[in-house]
């Protein structure tokens, strides 16, 4: 029997069946499994906000603490992203300390503002009761001449400090230009061989200064424990003036010696010669005239105290630059009980004392009391010449 070929346009296998040997087209067969579709997984804590959540971690959407009607503070979510987490939030409560929303500020709570921010120099910004308004009381402003804020001092107001209470001995304080602190560049301290505050000299610093600038011919100038000149380089010379012969104790007496000068030089100081029973004010006086008899002109006067003792007791006055042809009284007054020593022979009359020739005795014995018009109402003769000492350098 003849065969019949396959035909090979047919789509599939023919395959006989070995059971009933009939033939069974199966097509194209595809051996592969689609997958289960289960669509997308919700997981909380992704920081991805998907399915029925509401927020995931930091993911709020546009939800603030005040879109969530508080007035600041940090919103959060929940746990479990199904809802908003406001235990962060705040709500402004005016008087519980803390500047929240609306408040500027609340009690010691001032947010980020303070004195400078304000518009000043130091001190602390403090709240007003309303939580609305910020409290300046307590700023300072420096360069309004008012000491207020933290300002230790500020321009002329200087809370009663001064170089001495900053532990200098001369000079003037200031207050530093951002007035936190003072400036004592003007103060003086004695003995630190720097030349300070209101010091002449210090130690071997003695400036440019030299014998001829204070009025002397020449020498060699020098400085005193005290940081003052010391003149005694400058060719000064000391003038004994009379001799203890006679004595007169009293209170309330002025005693003095009248010179006409016959030169010009300086009168660097002089001394008295008393006893003093107990410690006591001497004033020390030098007068200056055209010619004796006046008019008197005081150009010194001290006060110092002295004694109890038998001493020669120095004025301790300024430099007096003396003129030739003028006259000068040189004398101390006391309120207290003291007694003077004088000559009364007139063996000093004419005698040079430096300053000029002796000329007459001054006195008072209702001495008044140190006063810068106080000029002495009495005079004596030739032969009344008071103990003195006359230091004094041409």
Do not use: K
């Not at 400036?183 to 720097?194: A, F, H, Q, V």
């Not at 000029?356 to 002495?376: C, E, Q, R």
Request: aromatic residues 10%; negative net charge.
């Amino acid at each position: 029997m003849p065969t019949t070929a396959a035909d090979p346009s047919t789509s599939g296998d023919t395959t006989a069946d070995p059971d009933t040997g009939s033939s069974t087209d199966t097509g194209t067969v595809d051996e592969t499994t689609a997958a289960e579709s289960t669509g997308p997984t919700m997981e909380c804590g992704n920081e991805v906000v998907e399915g029925d959540e509401v927020c995931d971690g930091t993911m709020l959407g546009d939800e603030t603490c005040l879109t969530q009607g508080f007035d600041d503070g940090e919103l959060a979510c929940a746990a479990d992203c199904s809802g908003y987490d406001t235990r962060g939030c705040l709500t402004a409560v005016c008087g519980d300390g803390v500047a929240v929303g609306r408040e500027l500020c609340d009690g010691a709570d001032t947010a980020d503002a303070t004195c400078r921010s304000e518009g000043f120099d130091s001190g602390t910004l403090a709240c007003q009761a309303d939580c609305a308004t910020y409290d300046t009381s307590a700023c300072g402003l420096c360069g309004n001449n008012q000491v207020d804020g933290a300002e230790p001092c500020d321009g002329v107001w200087l809370q009663g400090q001064d170089c001495f209470t900053q532990g200098f001995d001369s000079g003037t304080i200031a207050c530093s230009v951002d007035c936190q602190s003072y400036d004592t560049s003007g103060c003086g301290l004695c003995g630190n061989d720097i030349l300070d505050g209101t010091e002449v000299c210090d130690g071997p610093d003695t400036g440019a200064a030299t014998c001829m600038d204070l009025g002397f011919a020449g020498g060699m100038i020098a400085c005193a424990p005290g940081c003052e000149f010391d003149v005694y380089g400058c060719g000064v010379v000391q003038y004994d003036v009379s001799a203890p012969v006679v004595s007169g104790g009293g209170s309330n007496r002025f005693r003095a010696n009248g010179y006409a000068a016959d030169s010009s030089g300086v009168l660097v100081d002089f001394d008295v010669y008393l006893n003093l029973p107990a410690a006591c004010d001497l004033d020390f006086y030098v007068y200056q005239a055209p010619m004796y008899g006046g008019p008197y002109t005081q150009v010194a006067r001290t006060t110092v105290n002295y004694g109890p003792g038998l001493d020669y007791y120095g004025a301790g006055i300024p430099l007096v630059p003396v003129t030739a042809g003028m006259y000068y009284v040189l004398g101390a007054g006391w309120n207290c009980s003291a007694t003077p020593y004088w000559t009364s022979d007139g063996s000093y009359a004419g005698t040079d004392a430096g300053i000029g020739l002796f000329n007459v005795s001054h006195w008072d014995n209702g001495y008044p009391g140190p006063g810068d018009g106080y000029v002495p109402p009495n005079v004596g003769g030739l032969n009344t010449v008071y103990v003195q000492r006359v230091y004094f350098g041409d």
